[in-house]
């Protein structure tokens, strides 16, 4: 009989050599863990307003957590310099409140484990508020309408956003207020006019609780006519004359219709 005892010793040794490669490699293991992923929750975030950050890492944290240095440049974004993902999570999500902007601002901002570098981006608005009125035309005749329309810094939050509306001049007429539909940055209104005895202007206003803007509307009289004039007062049958008449205000713009007739 042949015992094969190299053999049965061999075999004795692999539970050992498989424990010591598992405690080789363990310390591999844990070091890759590594930063996959950074992100806004909204993305798009009113101004004064706050949102979500989560960061994401390939692994769950060993003990004592998972630092996470963090960038932001723009002084409206109050964000930590740094967090720490705790034992045994693979994320973390903490608030990032947001400054007051006058203007739409972009931001990028910086994520970092000292080896890999991530950026989230955030898209920061300012307050809806009216940025322009207009009017059109800019000048029409006396008992003649026009169109005004007024413009947001952003769309209308839900429920829309109330514009109020005046006129410097009570020949001019403009309803008290305007609605900008929810979404939307524009609205239009109409705008209607009396008789006046000369050319004037007035002021139209469009405002609301953060901002005031203006335009103007002018007015023209109705011009009259001062007098007919014919080249020749007497011309033979079949012929023809030219008549000539004279108004005491300039025509506006579209001319002005002279109805005719004759005796």
């Known amino acids: 009989m042949i015992c094969n005892c190299s053999s049965r010793r061999a075999r004795s040794r692999i539970p050992g050599l498989l424990l010591a490669a598992l405690v080789w490699l363990l310390p591999c293991f844990a070091s890759a863990q590594h930063l996959t992923a950074a992100s806004f929750n909204p993305s798009t975030v009113a101004s004064g307003g706050t949102t979500q950050c989560t960061v994401r890492i390939s692994q769950?944290?060993?003990a004592g957590g998972f630092p996470v240095q963090i960038s932001a440049p723009q002084a409206f974004i109050t964000a930590p310099p740094s967090i720490s993902i705790p034992f045994g999570a693979t994320s973390t999500t903490f608030s990032v409140p947001i400054g007051n902007v006058s203007s739409n601002k972009a931001a990028t901002v910086g994520f970092s484990d000292g080896t890999i570098n991530l950026h989230a981006n955030l898209i920061v608005m300012a307050p809806v508020q009216v940025s322009t009125v207009s009017v059109s035309p800019s000048s029409v005749t006396c008992g003649s309408s026009a169109t005004g329309a007024v413009h947001l810094t952003n769309p209308a939050p839900s429920g829309g956003f109330d514009v109020t509306l005046s006129s410097s001049q009570p020949f001019v007429h403009v309803p008290a207020s305007v609605?900008?539909?929810?979404g939307r940055q524009d609205a239009t209104f109409p705008l209607t006019t009396t008789t006046v005895n000369a050319t004037k202007s007035s002021t139209i206003t469009a405002s609301d609780a953060n901002a005031s803007v203006k335009t103007g509307l002018q007015v023209v009289q109705?011009?009259?006519?001062?007098?007919?004039?014919l080249t020749n007062s007497r011309v033979l049958a079949g012929s023809f004359v030219t008549g000539t008449i004279n108004l005491d205000e300039v025509a506006p713009a579209g001319g002005t219709t002279v109805q005719m007739s004759s005796d």
């Open 60 to 62: 769950a944290a060993g």
């Open 222 to 229: 109705k011009p009259s006519i001062l007098s007919v004039r």
């Open 179 to 182: 609605k900008v539909s929810s």
